[in-house]
C-alpha cells in the first residue's frame, strides 16, 4: 500500500519569498515521486519526478525538489517565489506494477505582492 | 503535438440521470486512466487501461460507473445513474507505458455538477 500527505492545504508567500511545499510518503517498495501543478480550470501539469537516480531533483520553472529516504520525505522548493506560480500543487507516489498514482490531498499556493 | 483532448468540458445533470464522458489520449499512448477529483481533494484513480484491456477497476463503483476502450484509442466513461457525490471533475490522462517512470499527460478534465 501506498500513501502521501501533504502538510498544509493553503501556503501563503510573499512575491520573491522561498516557497517550500511539503510532502511525505508512505511505500512498502521504492517509490518513484511526481509533483504535479494544476492551474484553475486546466489539467495537471508535470513538474518534476524522482526515479531513482539523483536524489536532488530539477524540474520546470525554476522548482526542485529532493528525495530523503531517511525522512520519508519528498518536498518541493523554489528560492523566489513569482505572481505566476500561484497554483495547486499535488504530490503523488507511484510503488506498483502499472503506474498508478497515489496523489496527496494538494497545496494551494498563494503569492502576495 | 496534440494534447489529451476531454469533453464535455462542463456537464450539469439531476441526481438519477445518466452521463457520459469523452477522452481522446495522445496518439500512440497505449495506457489510459480515468481520475475523480473531488472539490479540495487529489486526484483519485478510477480505472486503467492497458490498449483495450483494463488493467484495474478496483476503486470504480461498478454498481453505477462504467467505462470502456473498445479500439484501444478513445475512451468513454458513463455514470448510470448519478448521485449528489459524484460531482467532481473527471480527468483522463494517458501514458507511453505502464512503467512507473512513464510520464501520465493530464487533460483539461470534465467538471461534473449533479443536482
Known amino acids: 500500500a501506498q500513501s502521501v500527505t501533504q502538510l498544509g492545504s493553503h501556503v501563503s508567500v510573499s512575491e520573491g519569498a522561498l516557497v517550500l511545499l511539503r510532502c511525505n510518503y508512505s511505500?512498502?517498495?521504492?517509490?518513484?515521486l511526481f509533483w504535479y501543478v494544476q492551474y484553475p480550470n486546466q489539467g495537471l501539469q508535470l513538474l518534476l519526478k524522482y526515479t531513482s537516480a539523483a536524489t536532488l531533483v530539477k524540474g520546470i520553472n525554476g522548482f526542485e525538489a529532493e528525495f530523503k529516504k531517511s525522512e520519508t520525505s519528498f518536498h518541493l522548493t523554489k528560492p523566489s517565489a513569482h505572481m505566476s506560480d500561484a497554483a495547486e500543487y499535488f504530490c503523488a507516489v507511484s510503488a506498483n506494477a502499472g503506474n498508478m498514482l497515489t496523489f496527496g490531498g494538494g497545496t494551494r499556493l498563494m503569492v502576495k505582492p | 503535438e496534440a494534447g489529451v483532448a476531454q469533453s464535455p468540458r462542463y456537464k450539469i445533470i439531476e441526481k438519477r440521470q445518466s452521463v457520459a464522458f469523452w477522452c481522446n489520449p495522445i496518439s500512440g499512448h497505449a495506457t489510459l486512466y480515468w481520475y475523480q477529483q473531488i472539490l479540495g481533494q487529489g486526484p483519485k484513480l478510477l480505472i486503467q487501461f492497458q490498449n483495450n484491456g483494463v488493467v484495474d477497476d478496483s476503486q470504480l463503483p461498478k454498481d453505477r460507473f462504467s467505462a470502456e476502450r473498445l479500439k484501444g484509442v478513445d475512451s468513454t466513461l458513463k455514470i448510470q445513474p448519478a448521485k449528489l457525490e459524484d460531482s467532481a471533475v473527471y480527468l483522463c490522462?494517458?501514458?507511453?507505458?505502464?512503467?512507473?517512470?512513464?510520464?501520465?499527460?493530464f487533460g483539461p478534465g470534465t467538471r461534473l455538477t449533479v443536482l
Open positions: 490522462a494517458s501514458s507511453s507505458g505502464l512503467a512507473s517512470y512513464n510520464e501520465q499527460f
Open positions: 511505500s512498502s517498495v521504492p517509490p518513484y
